[in-house]
């Protein structure tokens, strides 16, 4: 295949009109940084000097996996940092739709897109990717994926970035019974962490988890928990919109390079 900017690992089902929208594939921004394979494999060409960010969207279903655009669905807070420079390494994006799939009440999508990232993750550092140059991110289901990364510790990784996070939030239920069920699913999966390297982004308005349901996350040593007044007509997908990334640049990016230094102390 060669080295092209997004890299597409499996094959796509074709829309009529929207595209190549499948899930359980991977893009690579920028160009130069990454080489994938016909057989699906990839390799980070200069693993020492890069920190790679994995983000994954979020589903709507805990049990079907959605169709998705792993780059075209990534967030412009997260685009935007692809080839830039963070504590003098190169930044690459790697946007992952996952096709693990949870099935309530036993396991959540979150819980089950947890080992498929981390499986990823042990790739970056058997290739030579240091482990303080790896951040895991995601919206939603994602976004709870990427904090389960770092909370069960299978692997080394810098920290993570969660936008609208939510375990199991099923969105036919909302503020029903089930939401419920979720939030307390939220709680239990991050009790007794004596510390959690962590960006949380919370918006009030939020239907499925607004700050008030992800404020125990604030507690925990090591997590930046961020309350924000929705930019965009839906709060829960805020950090999809231009706006967001205008505003909250700066503090992605130095959050970043703040757990690049220190995990690499």
Known sequence: ???????????CVCGLSSGCITPGKSEFDPIGMATVYEDG?????????AIVVLYTPGSDRNDVASACRPLAGTPPIILHQAGTKIAGKDVLVHGYCSTAIGKLPDRSMAEARAPDLERIVGEYLRQGVP?????????????WAALLV???RNVDIA????????????TKDKRGPRHAGAVLRQRTSVEGLDRLDGLVFAFYGDPFNDPGDLQHLAG????????????AHNPHMTALYDCFWHEYADQVRAFIEERVREAGN
């Open 1 to 11: 295949m060669g080295k092209i900017k997004r890299l597409i690992l499996v094959l």
């Open 41 to 49: 494999t990839f390799t980070i060409d200069n693993p020492q000097d």
């Open 131 to 143: 482990p303080n140059q790896v951040i895991v991110a995601g919206h939603s289901m994602g976004g």
């Open 150 to 152: 770092g909370a069960r």
């Open 159 to 170: 920290g993570f970035i969660a936008f609208a996070p939510g375990n199991g939030v099923w």
């Open 220 to 231: 925990i040593p090591g997590i930046v928990f961020i309350a924000s007044e929705p930019c």
